[in-house]
């Protein structure tokens, strides 16, 4: 008597000795079936992908954000009444890092920031005109990325301590960078 316990049924799982090689090629008309016939006597299935999908013509569009909106942003704020720049980094909401901006100016500080200062010079910044110039969610990238956009300043606000921890490999490379107008 047979012992059904231990008998197997057809295995029928793809094994590399059984598997059958195929590639995928864009479907042409007339060029695709003779190459696919060319290949039949080399054991290969075809697989064919359309050229003309609708993604190609429908791009659905998310509505941009204005940039006060934006998150995890580089940012420079210009000077309204030279060419001086100031460039920033902030993970939360652009409009509630300018807001802290503006606080610290109207506030009598002691520890006066960069732009506080710029301000007691009775010069002024365009708020209305804050460019984005990264979006990074990545905070070390983010921060990366605010010390080689400082670098790149004609004449910035920043303190050279905002990239003491810019390694010197980078020095060169952004030396041939176009500066930041």
């Not at 049924?9 to 094994?15: E, G, S």
């Not at 090689?21 to 864009?26: D, N, T």
């Not at 190609?56 to 204005?66: G, T």
């Not at 990238?141 to 670098?151: C, G, T, V, Y």
Request: hydrophobic share 30%; proline share 3%.
């Amino acid at each position: 008597m047979e012992n059904l316990g231990n008998k197997k049924k057809n295995d029928n799982r793809i094994t590399e000795e059984n598997r059958t090689p195929f590639f995928c090629i864009p479907y042409v008309k007339t060029v695709s079936e003779k190459f696919g016939n060319a290949i039949k006597k080399h054991n290969v299935r075809m697989a064919y992908s359309g050229l003309n999908k609708i993604r190609r013509f429908v791009h659905p569009h998310k509505d941009l954000l204005p940039n006060i909106s934006r998150m995890n942003v580089v940012y420079r704020i210009n000077c309204r009444d030279c060419d001086a720049s100031y460039v920033g980094q902030t993970g939360r909401r652009l409009k509630t890092r300018l807001t802290e901006h503006c606080n610290h100016i109207k506030r009598n500080s002691v520890q006066n920031s960069v732009i506080t200062d710029h301000r007691l010079q009775n010069h002024g910044f365009k708020w209305d005109e804050v460019e984005v110039l990264d979006n990074e969610p990545v905070l070390g990238k983010r921060l990366m990325s605010e010390m080689i956009f400082i670098k790149r300043q004609i004449n910035g606000l920043n303190k050279q301590q905002d990239t003491e921890n810019l390694n010197v490999a980078y020095q060169q490379i952004i030396e041939n960078m176009p500066c930041l107008k």
